[in-house]
């Protein structure tokens, strides 16, 4: 149940939609289904074990949130590595005054477009 929706409003949303259009759902782990024609202890039941599937996320991603943070603290945690030196940002400035196409500059560096435009928009 938790790995169909984001959370409860589209696990509510998502059930009630495919049991509209005639298709039963069953949670087999979760002991539930769902024709069209649910009892109001169902949907009493899919709202609490939604909620509980999105606090459970909520929090997951607390502690993912506080265990990079003390990562960086110790310096374990730098983020992903520079595409690009700085000696090549400006060669690719360079290149972009000039007129050299970003397409051209993404297949010359060896990198995708999108990077070449942050590099643009960035300090570096």
């Known amino acids: 149940m938790n790995r169909l929706a984001r959370n409860l409003d589209d696990l509510r949303r998502l059930v009630q939609n495919l049991t509209k259009r005639g298709i039963r759902i069953e949670f087999v782990k979760e002991h539930l289904s769902f024709t069209g024609e649910d ?5 009493l039941m899919l709202s609490i074990m939604g909620a509980f599937s999105e606090f459970e996320r909520a929090l997951l991603r ?41 397409a ?12 070449v435009y942050q590099y643009l928009r960035s300090g570096g």
């Open 104 to 115: 051209q500059l993404a297949r010359d560096f060896n990198i995708r477009r999108e990077t």
């Open 62 to 102: 607390e502690r993912q949130r506080e265990g990079i943070a003390l990562a960086k603290k110790c310096g374990a945690y730098k983020g992903r590595k520079k595409a690009l030196e700085d000696k090549q940002v400006e060669n690719l400035r360079q290149q972009v005054q000039a007129g050299v196409t970003k």
């Open 39 to 43: 009892s109001p202890m169902a949907n």
